[in-house]
């Protein structure tokens, strides 16, 4: 096995096991993104952001560069560094799409979102989600799609939409 997929098996073992795995080899942005994803599932954000940080540092194009902030807009959030975390989130979509990747860019939508909604601004997080789950749609990525479905049900329901909220709970349920 590579060592990408050797702490990618650890970490779904568990996040200590992918720490644990990740100091055998050498640094790599993939590696410190499993590291940050590691991080974040412990709650350790601001270890998270560093690692976010060093993955950028060690990117070898601009894509995978730019693929380190979606992450790192939640962690942000998450230590409440809400002005960086929505400053973050803008930037890293347009770079996203400006690199052509839609998917990415659709991703950072949804942390984008799911901060607005934690910041209780429920418009913001709903216009987020549902630019998300259109193009989450055009690629067919019913997963994604799902996620993205849980999300607008809940800015909705926060809103006291829940009419509207009941068929995207429902559509999601089903591919879960």
């Known amino acids: 096995m590579t060592p990408l997929e050797t702490v990618r098996a650890a970490l779904a073992r568990s996040p200590e096991s992918a720490l644990t795995e990740l100091d055998r080899f050498e ?5 410190e993104l499993v590291r940050a994803r590691a991080y974040r599932l412990l709650g350790r954000h601001e270890d998270a952001v560093t690692a976010f940080d060093h993955a950028e540092t060690l990117a070898t194009d601009p894509l995978q560069a730019a693929r380190t902030c979606i992450g790192k807009i939640d962690s942000l959030g998450m230590l409440g560094r809400y002005p960086e975390a929505l400053a973050l989130g803008e930037a890293a979509i347009a770079r996203l799409e400006q690199l052509g990747a839609a998917g990415d860019a659709a991703r950072a939508r949804c942390n984008l979102g799911s901060l607005y909604w934690r910041l209780d601004r429920y418009e913001e997080a709903l216009t987020r989600y549902e630019a998300a789950a259109q193009t989450f749609e055009a690629q067919n ?5 799902a996620v993205a479905a849980t999300n607008r049900a809940n800015a909705l329901a926060c809103l006291g939409r829940v009419e509207e909220a009941l068929p995207l709970h429902e559509r999601a349920r089903d591919v879960y």
Request: net charge negative; proline share 10%; aromatic share 0%.
């Open 141 to 145: 990525d019913a997963l994604a799609l």
């Open 27 to 31: 640094p790599t942005a993939d590696l």
